[in-house]
């Protein structure tokens, strides 16, 4: 029986007008996220628009696809499967599991064969000899775990305060449609995936030799997310934990976490002209429930960091380059940049008392500019606060904004 394919439109429509074109479209994300699920649902695309396409699809993590090590494997492949006369397609799953994949995509590429499109588990791919070979000759898109409107749809969930929790506690990880949603089982789940990336696209891709150390400093990010950080302290606290970590180390792993698009690097900025300060950042898991599977305690003791994580992924999956904003001695939790506009956005779980707002909303009154700030809050209390062009705006709803 035919798989039901869910549509994910806001992906789709960035990559429907590159169809056809001579460039090839790579897909990047954490595993788990649904890269195989987009490329079903641009296989699908052009089927239905073009019935007469022939299509290739490799699945690097199928047993029949095994025997495809290299790129000569792939172009010996590949040719054996074109037909002539007719408009060939070719899909690639997983193809950093290939060894010097790029150099057939170029040569096919170069010979106009077909339209190629990839999706790939680790950001090294698009480094090092791809960058050389291939620069100017392929898009990357980004594939994140369900937004809070996809985990509406995936589920037939309505949209009300329950379910932001619930999404809040078991994050977006698209195979919990098969499973349920009970906290228990999906747990279990992620731990699985949590063990498959850790494996596979970090110890494994990145040469890791000490696991155990790893495993530690990933339940330290977990603990403290959203907090600023820096090598050298994080190697100073697992020292007092006993765990004896280099700072250099503690640099490399956090470089293969990101890689693996398991964690984002955010940086810090001065706001005037986004100078970027090259110590004290923060890391923000790619999917809520992830990390929640991973917490040494109780998720819901830190809601508030929660939000962040929330706030900033939906800046990510809406094409903002985010920082963390700092000016004199304030702090502004987000600074999204696109296209050249900007918006800043401060994370409270409630402006409880006056202190607080002075505090949230004080923090956006010193930057000058006039574009857009929020507030952004669990609570749905109306009327919601605004002050001097500062909205209050409740999660939920942000949560549910499409950015142009």
Do not use: W
């Not at 775990?145 to 949209?159: G, I, M, W």
Request: net charge neutral; aromatic share 12%.
């Amino acid at each position: 029986m035919e798989e039901k394919i869910i549509r994910r439109d806001q992906y789709l429509g960035r990559i429907k007008p590159f169809i056809d074109k001579h460039i090839i479209k790579i897909l990047t994300g954490q595993r788990r996220v649904g890269k195989s699920y987009m490329l079903k649902m641009i296989i699908k695309h052009i089927k239905e628009n073009r019935p007469e396409a022939n299509v290739i699809y490799i699945d690097k993590e199928l047993e029949k696809f095994s025997e495809i090590i290299n790129h000569s494997d792939l172009d010996h492949y590949v040719k054996l499967k074109l037909i002539q006369g007719k408009p060939n397609y070719l899909f690639i799953d997983e193809v950093q599991e290939i060894m010097d994949f790029q150099r057939c995509l170029r040569s096919l590429l170069n010979e106009q064969s077909c339209d190629i499109y990839c999706s790939g588990s680790n950001a090294n791919i698009l480094s090092g000899e791809l960058a050389t070979l291939m620069a100017g000759r392929y898009i990357e898109f980004p594939i994140h775990s369900l937004s809070y409107v996809e985990f509406l749809t995936f589920n037939q969930l309505e949209d009300k305060i329950e379910n932001l929790e619930l999404y809040l506690t078991v994050g977006g990880m698209p195979y919990q449609h098969h499973i349920g949603l009970n906290p228990g089982l999906v747990f279990e789940y992620l731990k699985n995936v949590y063990s498959s990336i850790l494996l596979r696209d970090v110890v494994s891709r990145e040469g890791i030799r000490n696991v155990s150390l790893l495993e530690n400093l990933v339940a330290y990010l977990a603990d403290n997310t959203g907090s600023v950080f820096s090598a050298q302290n994080i190697s100073k606290y697992l020292k007092s934990q006993r765990v004896n970590i280099p700072t250099q180390t503690v640099i490399n792993y956090l470089k293969a976490l990101t890689n693996s698009y398991f964690i984002h690097k955010v940086a810090r900025a001065d706001i005037n002209g986004l100078k970027i300060f090259e110590i004290g950042e923060k890391y923000y898991f790619e999917d809520l429930g992830l990390c929640n599977s991973i917490r040494s305690f109780n998720y819901r003791s830190d809601i508030g960091k929660l939000m962040e994580n929330a706030v900033y992924m939906q800046l990510l999956r809406n094409g903002f380059r985010v920082f963390v904003g700092k000016f004199q001695d304030k702090e502004i939790d987000f600074i999204g940049e696109k296209n050249g506009e900007r918006l800043y956005v401060q994370v409270c779980y409630a402006l409880f008392d006056e202190v607080t707002i002075q505090r949230e909303f004080g923090n956006l009154m010193t930057v000058a500019d006039n574009y857009p700030k929020y507030v952004i809050t669990m609570d749905m209390i109306k009327p919601l606060n605004t002050f001097k062009g500062i909205q209050q705006m409740p999660l939920r709803d942000f949560l549910k904004m499409e950015f142009l």
